[in-house]
């Protein structure tokens, strides 16, 4: 390894998790009116027969049908926050004085704490870097070329020890 370290983002890998979320909402939406169309059609032509069950069978669908919709939703909205932060380009830029991060330049002495956070409901796992002076940046790990573990070697290689990526909230 050299005195430089660069992590890129990779904005083809943030467009094929929005693009499959959002084909898992379209199929669950469709997925769900199907359910809804097929019981309202039964019990409009078999009244007796479905009058007692239909409404059942319609509510049990809407609710689990409606609950994953919803869920899948989430995770698309998360998802597509993520990729507009993955613009092509850097993300992270080490060195033995310092790191650029979120177009800010912070020497290694003005670095207050850097955390991985786990992903949740379809964002990416997140480094959250916090600077002296309260500035904070946040780069979706998932969608770099990096993992944790290796950003953690690499920034105490290169700050020589004065800081180091907190992976606690991974386990």
Known sequence: ?????????RPEVAAAKVSGLRNRVIWQF?????????????????PDTFADWAPWFLGVSVATGGGTALYFLIQWFRARA???????????????????IAQ??????????????????????????TARDSFTAVVPLELTDAMPASLDSVVRVLSAGRTWVDLSRLD
């Open 104 to 129: 800010r330049w912070l020497a290694w002495s003005e670095v207050g704490s850097m955390v991985v956070k786990p992903g949740v409901m379809g964002a990416s796992s997140s480094l959250v870097t």
């Open 1 to 9: 390894m050299g005195d430089e370290y660069g992590i890129y983002y």
């Open 30 to 46: 469709g997925s769900l009116l199907l359910s809804v169309v097929i019981f309202g059609a039964l019990w409009a032509i078999w």
């Open 82 to 100: 993520d990729a507009r932060r993955a613009i092509p380009g850097l993300a992270i830029g080490l060195n033995r004085e310092g790191m650029m």
